[in-house]
């Protein structure tokens, strides 16, 4: 035990790997999904596992915000809350994340919790996923996304914002104390999304729905607490206060396109002292895991591959997609979805209305072409 508090680096990652374990198995067990979400939606009108989706981004929302709100993390520190908007690099990257998860049939968790019940046809979509990320990170995509589109930016500071978060904004047109403008803006963000999503009879009576909502949005609070507080502290080599075992090098939380990229960089050069098993990293793995222990308890587990070469060409094109825009966009479904709005940033909701839209948008017009061949 000495030797862990000794470590916070190994705290962030072990404690990384056993919420995303429990975030694998209970989106297995539960079929969540952001792009089944949109379909149900756009092809049949049911909104159950919306309903999911959102409960979580409530859960997620109320309690990170409270955590910052009692000082235990420092919110504007993440780079959600940077005061440079991009606006262009979240709406574009959200759009062609969008679209990419519909052609892949799943976003970057879904395919995670897909290689955990057996998917090799996932394994090759999230491999594919990674190098594209990677390249949008440090690669030929990257100078394209740095020359192209993060310049057209929105420079909050200059309105007299300290950061992206609603509640700043809130505060500056009320006069309301930051605090209180926080408090406000979270509950009514919070107790909206809340009367939404219980108002509905059938999704009362689904606890596997509403209970899954309710813990994968306690686990993105808890990623938040983890290296946010329990992972902020000196290094022993520089004295330095720091953020432990993150990519980012400050607090992060669900986040899976990136740490994709991340993983495979790690695995290609294992022998570089350099690297090391970060939270994202340790948080792609673990939902894996889970998902792979739900899958033997349930007994779904079930090796699977690519129905035909369309079917291979529309995953690819799909991962590629999927790669570019959620480190454009600096988060997919999850990282954006639910870690990103977690923290009231603008941008984190220009980021989700970018993947929605495109997905719709997408799912609409596979079913309009499949309408017209038949």
Not at 52 to 61: F, G, P, Q
Not at 63 to 79: M, Q, R, V
Not at 240 to 254: I, K, Q
């Amino acid at each position: 035990m000495e030797q862990a508090a000794a470590d916070p680096g190994r705290v962030v990652v072990w404690g990384g790997f056993v919420l995303a374990f429990v975030f694998g198995a209970i989106a297995n067990r539960a079929n969540f999904c952001t792009m089944g979400a949109v379909s149900d939606i756009v092809n049949m009108g049911h909104w159950g596992r919306m309903r999911m989706w959102l409960l979580a981004i409530a859960v997620a929302v109320v309690g990170t915000n409270l955590l910052f709100h009692a000082g235990l993390i420092d919110l504007p520190k993440s780079i959600y809350q940077r005061p440079t908007l991009n606006w262009l690099s979240l709406l574009l990257g959200g759009v062609l994340f969008g679209v990419g998860m519909s052609m892949a049939g799943g976003c970057a968790n879904k395919n995670l919790i897909r290689v955990g019940g057996g998917s090799l046809r996932s394994l090759v979509v999230l491999t594919f996923l990674g190098i594209s990320a990677y390249m949008t990170l440090k690669g030929l995509f990257g100078q394209w996304r740095a020359s192209w589109l993060d310049p057209v930016s929105v420079d909050l500071a200059a309105m007299g914002l300290a950061d992206q978060s609603l509640a700043s904004v809130v505060a500056g047109a009320t006069g309301m104390a930051p605090k209180t403008a926080l408090m406000v803006t979270l509950w009514v963000v919070g107790l909206a999304l809340l009367a939404f999503v219980f108002k509905d009879r059938r999704f009362r009576a689904t606890a596997t729905q509403w209970v899954a909502g309710l813990v994968i949005g306690a686990i993105v609070v808890a990623g938040w607490y983890l290296t946010g507080h329990l992972g902020f502290g000196e290094n022993p080599d520089t004295l330095e206060m720091t953020y432990f075992a993150t990519n980012t090098r400050t607090l992060e939380s669900m986040s899976f396109v990136a740490p994709t990229a991340f993983t495979l960089e790690l695995l290609m050069l294992w022998t570089d002292k350099s690297l090391r098993v970060t939270f994202g990293i340790a948080t792609a793995l673990g939902v894996i895991a889970g998902s792979f222990a739900w899958a033997m308890r349930s007994k779904t587990f079930r090796w699977e591959g690519f129905a035909s070469f369309a079917d291979l060409r529309n995953q690819l094109i799909g991962a590629v997609l999927m790669g570019f825009g959620g480190v454009t966009a600096m988060g997919c479904t999850v990282g954006q979805g639910l870690t990103g709005v977690s923290t009231l940033a603008i941008g984190s909701f220009i980021a989700l209305a970018g993947i929605v839209a495109g997905s719709a948008a997408t799912l609409k017009y596979i079913t309009w072409r499949a309408e017209r061949d038949a």
